[in-house]
């Protein structure tokens, strides 16, 4: 069975910095792309980033280009998302999800999220 | 970077009505489109991808149409774990971008 597990959410300042991870575990992670989508309080989803199988590769949405960094360790089965300069716009439930395949981007399983809340 | 508008915003039904969803891409995305279900508390379930296969394990009464720029999710007959917020994804090209989603509630 396919798990994702996301941790480090919490309350951090406007200008600071958090780390999110992701543990994976039920299929053989290097093998997939893999990628960070957000729910901000009463919205709808949005796709915050994603990297290829390899970690060669990463794309981000324009939001938060410059500011936010994934990465990932097969080695580990983890996936993470390092995010700067935090804004509370940025206030939302991040969730990390598993593509189809190599090269499929449709996310086919779901973390169930970590909250991360940007204040003043 | 495209965007995705989907309508109706709130689409209210009866259980066992036909639920009719649209997206409608603003530059072509080919075949290259998801449809998910969310629900409160919930992770996103993913029904749909390449805009007309199933994924694994949802049943025949969801299905999806479309190529180029507009898309269909249709729910042949509403059973009451249907009533959700539905979103559509594309994968054409970066940034990948979700719709703003269609909530499906109980008339």
């Known amino acids: 069975e396919v798990q994702l597990l996301e941790s480090g959410g919490g309350l951090v300042q406007p200008g600071g910095s958090l780390r999110l991870s992701c543990a994976a575990s039920?299929?053989?992670?290097?093998?997939?792309?893999l990628t960070w989508v957000r729910q901000a309080p009463g919205k709808g989803l949005e796709w915050v980033s994603g990297?290829?199988?390899?970690?060669?590769?990463?794309f981000y949405a324009d939001s938060v280009k410059g500011r936010f960094t994934i990465s990932r360790d097969n080695s580990k089965n983890t996936l993470y998302l390092q995010m700067t300069s935090l804004r509370a716009e940025d206030t939302a439930l991040y969730y990390c999800a598993k593509g189809r395949d190599s090269s499929n981007w449709f996310a086919d399983s779901w973390g169930q999220g970590t909250l991360v809340t940007v204040f003043s | 970077e495209i965007v995705l508008t989907q309508s109706p915003a709130t689409l209210s039904l009866s259980p066992g009505e036909r639920a009719t969803l649209s997206c409608r891409a603003s530059?072509?995305?080919?075949?290259?489109l998801a449809w998910y279900q969310h629900k409160p508390g919930q992770a996103p379930r993913l029904l749909i991808y390449d805009a007309s296969n199933r994924a694994t394990g949802i049943p025949a009464r969801f299905s999806g149409s479309g190529s180029g720029t507009d898309f269909t999710l249709t729910i042949s007959s509403l059973e009451p774990e249907d009533f959700a917020v539905y979103y559509c994804q594309h994968r054409n090209n970066w940034p990948l971008t979700f719709g703003g989603g269609t909530k499906v509630e109980i008339k």
């Open positions: 039920g299929f053989t992670f290097s093998n997939y792309v």
């Open positions: 530059q072509s995305v080919g075949s290259a």
């Open positions: 990297i290829v199988n390899s970690g060669a590769g990463t």
